[in-house]
């Protein structure tokens, strides 16, 4: 995992793709939207979303009044990956573009993979087909307790969505197998501690990110 005291390398391609991971709760869309101020060369996508179907299965799966097996709600999130991949993402670091996404493969992983128990290899080997291997070139993991996160998302008062509704034990899964997949690829993964204050988180990523993007 990348700390604080390490920096990566500059990347050799034009195109560059940078993900945002974490759990709910731990900063993400603040992130994101720091981020695309300090590089507004970016283009930004999210997921599920970022098109037009994507959006649509977004509804669809986040709904807390649909019924959702385990099973379907992985295929929802690789079918709206697929769209997203094939008609803007791909496009986009064909042309050499810098893209700044919110989720990918890695959420999949960890979500359904991990916390939904259907297995992190059999997710991995799913989204593989949906992205046609596409690979960010970093992820920038917001790595937050469980038990803050969801003190985080109770003091929003806001509705919580059906995958916010999940219990203590799928969030304490999902942030395990974060952990592990940094672990795993350190040469990828940039781990940001995401219970400082978020102009420290951001600060951070500016820092570890600015060699890899400014000239």
């Known amino acids: 995992m990348q700390r604080a005291s390490q920096r990566l390398p500059k990347l050799t391609s034009a195109r560059v793709l940078i993900t945002v ?88 992983l960890a979500y359904q993979g991990a916390g939904r128990g259907l297995g992190v290899e059999a997710i991995r080997e799913l989204n593989a087909f949906a992205t046609h291997g596409l690979t960010p070139d970093r992820t920038l993991l917001l790595r937050l307790e469980p038990r803050e996160a969801a003190a985080r998302m109770t003091g929003r008062g806001a509705d919580q969505d059906r995958i916010e509704q999940a219990p203590d034990a799928f969030w304490t899964a999902c942030a395990r197998a974060y952990d592990e997949l940094a672990a795993a690829d350190p040469g990828r993964w940039i781990v940001l501690d995401a219970a400082l204050p978020a102009p420290a988180v951001l600060a951070e990523a500016v820092a570890q990110l600015a060699p890899l993007l400014e000239p």
Do not use: C, H, M, N
Not at 64 to 73: I, N, S, V
């Open 21 to 108: 991971e974490g759990i709910d709760g731990a900063g993400k869309s603040t992130l994101v939207a720091g981020l695309a101020q300090r590089f507004p060369e970016a283009q930004v996508l999210r997921e599920p979303g970022g098109v037009e179907l994507s959006e649509r299965l977004r509804q669809l799966v986040k709904d807390p009044q649909l019924k959702t097996g385990d099973r379907a709600e992985a295929l929802i999130y690789a079918a709206a990956r697929a769209q997203l991949v094939e008609e803007r993402l791909t496009p986009l670091l064909d042309q050499g573009a810098t893209v700044l996404l919110d989720r990918f493969v890695d959420s999949s």
